[in-house]
T-cell receptor
Framework: DAGVIQSPRHEVTEMGQEVTLRCKPI?????LFWYRQTMMRGLELLIY????????DSGMPEDRFSAKMPNASFSTLKIQPSEPRDSAVYFC??????????????FGQGTRLTVV | AQSVTQLDSQVPVFEEAPVELRCNYS??????LFWYVQYPNQGLQLLLK??????LVKGINGFEAEFNKSQTSFHLRKPSVHISDTAEYFC???????????FGTGTRLLVSP
């Protein structure tokens, strides 16, 4: 398996524009996570899905952020409108459940977003 | 609520020397503890995990960590580091397995010849 695949790897956009980050989890994994990494706040869990259903979105910073998982092999994180403070590295990760617990989360290489 | 404290933002060490990266956590419930490593421009990779059982946990690349409940610590150790261990190391805690990890701020390990 190719691992968790994120696209694009880098994104530079102007303030006010819509940004869509994409993630393809590992086949067979039923959990998908979106994290954001910044120097100031470190790694934060934004939202996670189980079997394509959002379970906890309490980490989503505000209504400008939305995430979807239309099927088991694809998820998007959208920011509309984007602001400079959204600049960060966004990671997607996936895992599968075993005996009611998640197992190791595998991370993608991340998308570095710069909003100017 | 849970939190993780990694007091050392950066740890410089010479090659083949031992190293300890410190991690303390706070939680009102039982926890699961993890160490992840992040190499430059890469995602995170699991080094080791404590779920239950033996408090001494061995992971990949020669790393190990010890869970100390009384001191609420989960320090990461390696007896002899290599240049290739240069990376950022994150401690994380969860009360629900892997579903909701709370990460520390990370410790940058710098190994020099």
């Amino acid at each position: 398996d190719a691992g968790v695949i994120q696209s694009p790897r880098h994104e530079v956009t102007e303030m006010g524009q819509e940004v869509t980050l994409r993630c393809k989890p590992i086949s067979g994994h039923d959990y998908l996570f979106w994290y954001r990494q910044t120097m100031m706040r470190g790694l934060e869990l934004l939202i996670y899905f189980n079997n394509n259903v959002p379970i906890d979105d309490s980490g989503m910073p505000e209504d400008r952020f939305s995430a979807k998982m239309p099927n088991a092999s694809f998820s998007t994180l959208k920011i509309q409108p984007s602001e400079p403070r959204d600049s960060a590295v966004y990671f997607c990760a996936s895992s599968f459940s075993l005996a009611g617990l998640g197992t190791e989360a595998f991370f993608g290489q991340g998308t570095r977003l710069t909003v100017v | 609520a849970q939190s993780v404290t990694q007091l050392d933002s950066q740890v410089p060490v010479f090659e083949e020397a031992p190293v300890e990266l410190r991690c303390n956590y706070s939680s009102s419930v039982s926890v699961y503890l993890f160490w992840y490593v992040q190499y430059p421009n890469q995602g995170l990779q699991l080094l080791l995990k404590y779920l239950s059982g033996s408090t001494l946990v061995k992971g990949i690349n020669g790393f190990e960590a010890e869970f100390n409940k009384s001191q609420t610590s989960f320090h990461l150790r390696k007896p002899s580091v290599h240049i290739s261990d240069t990376a950022e190391y994150f401690c994380a805690v969860s009360s629900t397995g892997f579903q909701k990890l709370v990460f520390g701020t990370g410790t940058r390990l710098l190994v020099s010849p």
